[in-house]
């Protein structure tokens, strides 16, 4: 890559870098996840004058579709799922680049594919620039991988100075496969140019995270082992498989939310401050708190571990079915719907302190937070009360931080209570923050590397859940899979987990 | 807006005590009122009496996205005691259904009360937080409010294109810029609005391949409503690229080509709204010309081509949203630091105007 002098008018505005042309590549294009989440978000993008001024996207897929069928199928879905109403004037300048191949198992649609991609540098000037957005299942991954290098399209074009790919979670279903996979992606993409989404990094209250804790001085020195009792982590979902039964069926809440999801925020939650915000800065910090992860040991693994499934009960007032009598769920599946853990991360600043993350489906309501509560006074002055204070950072929904301390009660009693001191973004911020899929997909564009995972730390993630899954059969702890009744917040074990500490989960 | 407590004040005292009861009385073991400040808000009506009631009701809005505190000053009254105030609150419901307030305090002063405006604005500002004062229309002449507002503000926010003689608001703006003693910032709206337009100039030179034509710029044409707009414009390009007075209305390049720079009104359009920009440049011994231009009967729909060797790339669609003034103001209510960039370019603009 050719290095160019920065653009001098981008200085102070939005992005002090803008876009250059590119050609968006989405392969498996007919997919939810393009009409979903992908063509709504670079709509948004159009509208808020974030796309290159050159741009084109191309769909590919494996059944035949005109170029116009496949732009009418991705307006209906954008219509029906962007966050803004869709303008037609705007959407006809994007659907104007828009356009769709046909590739199946062979080289050959790969190769028209490069042909295409050709005419679009001469026609669009895209600037023989590519993002490959691989939007396909984990099984597809490798041998379209080998479609694009058979091809020669893991190379920019003529006057190309970039050719980047974009992978979907998961990354693999265990530390194996995660590496085969990362070494195929390093045959065929050079690592910087590979891009792994875990869309909870494109969430504003998720990069919050590393502001709140470096660019405020008064938590960093309590954000240690000396201040801090515990920390909790929930991802809870009051949605069950919805139609993704055979996906999940595979997965498990282990492998869907917590390899991924809820190690990132616990990595936000507990890395060391990075040198700078490069994005090699960051992630290294991430990678050293998954390496410090206390391995899981066998014998412990029920006393610090639980899992379980849900059964049937009433969520937000509405009767739901069990886990069992999902749709592509087998009938005797062990499969878990949720999972808590109680995790050691080894290093100076946590010793001692444990985290404990708890994921599930079909719980009361949708809530993810990061809560830390601090450790009690050290000499009890009053009589009552004296709770310990908790800070809890709000990621979805309503997205906040709340402080709790004590108050004295007016009045001539010494009467202590708790009260909350609440931050939310709804109530400073007036703008809604844009989708999550909106800031990656520009990040990629741009070359941004720092929302993304790296290969090193897919792997590290891995190798913990892989002992710890190891573990779990090795013990059959699947043969004695708790229910827990869908509506409530998990299984009694969940809650006999912290009781053991002396500890509680927060009510939520 | 609600009209509790709307009874004259004579001190800030008074006012203090009068807010503080409004919070008592707010909140119930029911309904909990959530009190958020994120700012102070001191708004100077300049105007007319009626300049009052439009920014109360701007004022309600802001509070909606950006809470805090604000002191609205009404133009001087001719008669009656020499100041009044009241306050009110500003609620409206947030997340999760919580009600939300921010406060306002109106001053109401005679001409010859003017005087204890600033020392009261300065008693009732909330501590630590960073003070925005809007100065609504009007010529920044000296004296009166002008001098004390600006020494207690961080930042000092206007629209310049909806002023008169837009030329001399600049003139005025670059005064209080260069203050040497001023830590504040101003936040000129006629230069946010701009900024869409500048990111779109900006982006026609993000393809690396075009950006060597950014040193070969022969001619900026700007087509605008108003003086300011081209000002702004021009200025921005004269100081990201380097450019130089050459004397008169001459400006050259880093390498001695002159660079031309007209200004045209678009007729019937808005003070500060921009029609049309065009640049054209040498580069590789050919011609480059990137235009931007508004679609007729839609001054905020844009149109923007790039014709480079003789080869016009295909022309894209975007929305350079016109922002009414509460959006505006938010916006600029949103900025925080110092922007070298605008300063260089209001300098360079003040140059242009005086060419």
């Known amino acids: 890559m050719t290095e160019v002098e920065d653009n001098p008018l981008r200085v102070g505005l939005r992005r002090d870098r803008g876009a250059e042309p590119c050609a968006i590549v989405i392969l498996g294009a007919s997919g939810d996840l393009t009409r979903r989440k992908l063509v709504p978000a670079l709509y948004n993008l159009l509208e808020d004058r974030l796309l290159p001024s050159s741009f084109a996207v191309v769909g590919v897929g494996r059944r035949e579709m005109s170029h116009a069928a496949f732009a009418s199928e991705l307006r209906s879905g954008t219509v029906e799922h962007s966050r803004r109403d869709l303008d037609p004037e705007l959407w006809d300048s994007l659907a104007a680049g828009l356009s769709y191949v046909a590739a199946g198992a062979d080289v050959e649609g790969y190769r028209r594919l490069a042909s295409h991609l050709d005419r679009l540098d001469r026609e669009r000037g895209t600037g023989g620039n590519r993002l490959f957005y691989l939007a396909v299942p984990p099984s597809a991954l490798e041998p379209m991988l080998g479609m694009l290098a058979a091809a020669g399209l893991n190379r920019p074009g003529p006057g190309g100075r970039f050719c980047r790919v974009v992978l979907e979670k998961p990354i693999g279903r265990d530390l194996p496969s995660a590496r085969a996979l990362n070494r195929q992606v390093e045959r065929v993409f050079r690592e910087h140019d590979v891009f792994r989404i875990d869309h909870y990094l494109g969430k504003e209250t998720v990069q919050n995270l590393l502001v709140f804790r470096f660019a405020n001085s008064i938590f960093e020195p309590l954000w240690n082992h000396k201040y801090v009792d515990h920390v909790q982590l929930t991802v809870a979902e009051s949605l069950g498989v919805e139609g993704r039964g055979r996906y999940f069926e595979e997965a498990g809440m282990t492998r869907d939310v917590v390899q991924n999801h809820m190690f990132q925020l616990l990595c936000l939650t507990a890395m060391e401050p990075p040198v700078s915000l490069a994005a090699d800065a960051i992630r290294d910090e991430k990678v050293k708190v998954l390496q410090s992860l206390r391995p899981v040991v066998q014998d412990d693994v029920g006393g610090s571990t639980v899992i379980a499934q849900y059964g049937s009960g009433v969520v937000g007032g509405h009767k739901v079915p069990g886990y069992h009598e999902e749709p592509q769920v087998a009938p005797g599946s062990r499969t878990e719907t949720y999972a808590a853990l109680k995790l050691s991360i080894d290093n100076w600043r946590w010793a001692g302190v444990p985290f404990y993350l708890r994921a599930g489906k079909r719980l009361p309501k949708r809530v993810t937070e990061i809560a830390l509560r601090f450790r009690g006074v050290p000499h009890r002055l009053f009589e009552h009360g004296a709770v310990p204070n908790t800070l809890a950072l709000r990621i979805q929904p309503d997205e906040g931080i709340t402080l709790k301390f004590e108050t004295k009660v007016p009045g001539p009693q010494p009467r202590i209570q708790p009260v909350a001191m609440e931050f939310r973004y709804g109530t400073s911020f007036g703008q809604p923050p844009p989708e999550a899929y909106e800031r990656l997909i520009l990040d990629a564009i741009l070359g941004d590397p720092t929302l993304f995972i790296r290969a090193d730390e897919v792997e590290a993630s891995w190798d913990y859940i892989d002992r710890l899954m190891g573990a779990w059969q090795a013990g059959a702890r699947r043969d004695d899979l708790p229910r827990y009744t869908a509506g409530s917040w998990g299984p009694p074990q969940a809650d006999s987990l912290l009781r053991r500490d002396g500890r509680a989960w927060r009510r939520l | ?355």
């Open chain 2, 1 to 355: 807006m609600d009209p509790a407590g709307q009874r004259t004040l004579p001190s800030p005292a008074d006012i203090e005590r009068q807010l503080a009861e409004f919070w008592r009385k707010a909140s119930t073991d029911e309904q909990a009122v959530m009190r958020a400040c994120s700012m102070n808000l001191v708004v100077v009506c300049t105007a007319d009496a009626g300049d009052v009631a439009r920014a109360t009701a701007c004022v309600a809005r802001i509070a909606e996205t950006i809470p805090g505190r604000s002191i609205v000053i009404g133009p001087p009254r001719d008669r009656g005691t020499d100041f009044e105030a009241y306050v009110s609150t500003n609620c409206h419901h947030g997340p999760a259904g919580a009600q939300v307030c921010s406060e306002q305090v109106t001053i109401d002063p005679t001409a010859h009360g003017l005087d204890l405006v600033p020392g009261t604005v300065l008693q009732l500002l909330v501590e630590d937080m960073p003070v925005y004062t809007w100065w609504r229309g009007g010529s920044l002449g000296e004296g009166g409010l002008l001098d004390p507002l600006v020494g207690l503000s961080d930042y000092w926010v206007l629209d310049s294109a909806l002023a008169a003689h837009g030329r001399e608001q600049l003139e005025a703006l670059e005064r209080i810029a260069s203050r040497p003693a001023w830590c504040g910032r101003i936040l000129d709206g006629a230069w946010i609005r701009l900024e869409p337009w500048r990111e779109v100039i900006a982006s026609f030179f993000d393809d690396p391949s075009l950006r060597p034509a950014l040193g070969g710029i022969e001619r900026l044409s700007v087509s605008s409503g108003g003086p300011v707009a081209f000002a702004y414009l021009a200025g921005w390009l004269v100081s990201r690229l380097g450019l130089r007075h050459s004397g008169g209305g001459r400006w050259s390049r880093p390498d001695g080509a002159l660079v031309e720079l007209t200004d045209s009104r678009a007729e019937g359009l808005a003070a500060g709204r921009v029609a049309a920009v065009r640049i054209e440049a040498a580069h590789r011994d050919t011609a480059v010309v990137f235009e931007a231009g508004t679609a007729p009967g839609r001054p905020d729909r844009v149109s923007l081509s790039v014709t480079a060797e003789g080869h016009r790339l295909p022309p894209r669609t975007i929305d350079l949203p016109w922002l009414d003034e509460t959006g505006l103001v938010c916006g600029l209510l949103q900025r925080t630091g110092r922007d070298a960039v605008f300063d260089d370019a209001l300098r360079q603009a003040v140059r242009l105007i005086r060419a």
